[in-house]
């Protein structure tokens, strides 16, 4: 065995899990506040992608700043669709608001094939590679990665000492109690969809400047985040970030003894035994 293969590959699969958990982070974030299974996280995962790519292809800034602006366009995205697709069926049984989503899901993904095609595009952009003990490891992976872990730990943050965040807690633990003592819930409501779709569109952002991408690309980090969420306990954002390791570190070092076709087999294999073993997930749920 070449374990200086071995290293590079564990490596390489531990900055990409930061970039897959902050992914997951939104979409389990939206489920843990509202119990919304969001189906259209693929397709902003996409939409982030494309903004990170125009922004400094048709407007000339600097990809990490399109990755920023990327973001920021996820929050009023996510807002939108909450307020256009979601809050109408919130209350509803969880097929209705399934339907939603996958609906908002086919039309991003219908305009965005007619506009966009399918045809793969990148950034053109190259930070080089830095020396990790054996591994070389391109510097936009190191950063993506970096600016993950960041992101999570700013939500962290957010979600523990702001007012907004204390809210969003608020309502995810009971929420009629907290409209009782005067919390805007339907706000609330509206900011945490945001902030998860933020979060899809920031991660969707980061892996364009790693990988070229189509319009269908956000469909395979969808599944990825659905095997992350399930992994670390549907709800739970830390759990997330932890899933999201180990998934990377799975992608990282099944093609260094089986080849790249089973890496997709090896996590819906986890995916199903983690359903049948732990259904909660490593970390179960924060909500009580």
Do not use: C
């Not at 506040?33 to 903004?51: D, P, R, T």
């Not at 409501?189 to 956000?218: D, Q, V």
């Amino acid at each position: 065995m070449n374990w200086d293969f071995l290293i590079a590959s564990l490596i390489d699969g531990v900055l990409l899990g930061f970039v897959f958990g902050v992914a997951a982070i939104g979409l389990t974030l939206i489920f843990g506040v509202m119990e919304v299974i969001n189906l259209s996280h693929g397709a902003v995962i996409a939409l982030g992608m494309f903004a990170v790519y125009f922004a400094v292809t048709l407007m000339g800034v600097h990809p990490y700043l399109g990755v920023i602006l990327a973001a920021v366009g996820g929050l009023l995205l996510g807002v939108l669709i909450y307020a256009i697709a979601v809050h109408r069926v919130i209350d509803a049984p969880h097929l209705s608001s399934l339907l939603a989503t996958y609906a908002v899901s086919m039309m991003v993904i219908g305009v965005g094939t007619a506009v966009f095609t399918t045809s793969p595009r990148n950034i053109p952009f190259s930070l080089g590679s830095v020396q990790i003990g054996p591994a070389t490891v391109p510097v936009a992976r190191l950063v993506a990665a970096l600016a993950s872990l960041a992101v999570a730990v700013l939500l962290y943050l957010f979600m523990q000492y702001t007012r907004p965040g204390k809210y969003i807690r608020a309502v995810t633990d009971n929420r009629e109690g907290a409209e009782i003592v005067g919390i805007p819930s339907a706000k609330v409501l509206a900011l945490s969809f945001g902030l998860g779709t933020m979060l899809a569109a920031f991660s969707g952002a980061l892996i364009a400047t790693i990988f070229p991408f189509t319009i269908l690309e956000g469909g395979k980090y969808e599944l990825k985040s659905f095997v992350i969420s399930v992994l670390g306990g549907l709800g739970n954002p830390i759990g997330a970030l932890v899933g999201g390791l180990v998934l990377g570190i799975i992608e990282g070092l099944v093609p260094v003894f089986l080849p790249t076709t089973w890496v997709m087999v090896v996590e819906f294999v986890l995916f199903v035994f983690i359903l049948l073993v732990r259904p909660t997930g490593l970390f179960g749920s924060t909500r009580s």
